[in-house]
């Protein structure tokens, strides 16, 4: 069962894609939506960041998780370098931790 499934799935997937790939010559979308595109990409990947930062499981993460990624998302808007980021942003959830803030 899980593996028809996976089967399935991919099979799914790959279809989705190979048909990009042949309709975009066939399909032409208006200048509006043309520039919507761009900023539901955006607007995706800014609720798949929010989700991961505050949720564990189906509850919240707490506020060491949250801390980390504010520190993270500071310093990235700074334009620190990519592993400083990393690092700050590891270390501020791993103290907060420490410090019995969960």
């Known amino acids: 069962?899980?593996?028809?499934?996976?089967?399935?799935?991919g099979i799914g997937t790959y279809t989705m894609r190979l048909g990009g790939?042949?309709?975009?010559?066939?399909?032409?979308?208006?200048?509006?939506?043309?520039?919507l595109l761009p900023m539901a990409a955006?607007?995706?990947?800014?609720?798949?960041?929010?989700?991961s930062t505050l949720?564990?499981?189906?509850?919240?993460?707490?506020?060491a998780r949250p801390a980390g990624v504010a520190v993270g998302a500071l310093l990235a808007?700074?334009?620190a370098p990519f592993v400083a980021v990393v690092v700050a942003a590891a270390a501020t959830a791993a103290?907060?931790?420490?410090?019995g803030i969960d």
Not at 1 to 9: E, H
């Open 21 to 35: 790939v042949l309709l975009r010559e066939r399909l032409e979308l208006s200048d509006s939506l043309q520039r």
């Open 1 to 9: 069962m899980t593996l028809a499934a996976i089967i399935v799935l």
């Open 77 to 79: 808007w700074r334009k």
């Open 95 to 99: 103290l907060l931790r420490m410090a």
């Open 55 to 63: 949720m564990a499981g189906s509850g919240f993460a707490g506020t």
């Open 42 to 51: 955006a607007a995706l990947l800014t609720a798949l960041a929010a989700t």
